[in-house]
């Protein structure tokens, strides 16, 4: 869904919502902050830097997932993606934590990001 060639889809807004609201309580994601962030995301420029390597091929989605991530506010202290970050890294997490999980997390979160579920 963080990936650069689902950036402009219109379905990645509700489906984060959807996903965000199936983490756990206690991580404290604010849903309404996250929308938000997900759309300026959406509407952000995203430097070639940070899409593509140096030979202009597309970069892994761990790097630029990374790199996205890391962008700082305009007031030079503050990260731009704060709720984003924790909702990908808790993801991450839950997703790495069981190879049972996994793999049904991948199917979940294709058949939910498809609004099949």
Not at 84 to 112: A, C, P, Y
């Amino acid at each position: 869904m963080l990936e650069s060639k689902n950036k402009q889809e219109p379905w990645t807004v509700e489906s984060v919502k959807v996903l965000a609201d199936k983490l756990p309580s206690f991580l404290n994601i604010d849903i309404d902050a996250l929308r938000d962030q997900w759309r300026l995301y959406q509407l952000e420029n995203i430097a070639d830097g940070i899409m593509k390597d140096k030979s202009g091929t597309i970069r892994h989605i761990d790097r630029y997932r990374r790199d996205v991530l890391a962008t700082v506010a305009s007031d030079g202290c503050t990260l731009k993606y704060d709720s984003m970050g924790v909702f990908v890294k808790s993801h991450l997490v839950i997703t790495h934590g069981n190879s049972d999980v996994e793999i049904f997390s991948e199917w979940t979160f294709t058949k939910l990001l498809k609004g099949l579920l």
